[in-house]
């Protein structure tokens, strides 16, 4: 079992900053791989961005590549998403996600997670 809590989200402008940091507590959190997803009002959650447990590889969706990096600290057991040039199409809810997993692979789909956090809204003003 592994607890998720994200924190960082927030109100900016278009064109702002934010990293968001999802500290894991529990299992060993270098045996995770580990996502973000998001969701926004009347959508349906969608893929953002992954990273193998071993930090060793990286998936974005089309929408946020070149503006998003995702990372991961095993020594804090935390996760970040760094995420530059926001654009009011990036407003949701931001949620991290870990599957355990014997390979260091990324996973794009969020069937495949075992765990997942509360969230952290993120909202974009234009």
């Not at 045996?31 to 974005?60: C, D, H, L």
Request: charged share 20%.
């Amino acid at each position: 079992q592994v607890h998720l809590v994200e924190s960082g989200g927030g109100l900016v402008q278009a064109g702002a900053s934010l990293r968001l940091s999802c500290a894991a507590s529990g299992r060993t959190f270098s045996r995770y791989a580990m996502g973000w997803f998001r969701q926004a009002p009347g959508k349906e959650r969608e893929f953002v961005a992954a990273i193998g447990r071993n930090t060793g590889s990286f998936a974005y969706a089309d929408s946020v590549k070149g503006r998003f990096a995702i990372s991961g600290d095993n020594s804090r057991s935390t996760v970040y998403l760094q995420m530059n040039n926001l654009k009011p199409e990036d407003t949701a809810v931001y949620y991290c996600a870990a599957k355990d997993t014997s390979y260091d692979y990324y996973y794009t789909d969020g069937h495949d997670y075992d765990y997942w956090g509360q969230g952290t809204q993120v909202t974009v003003s234009s």
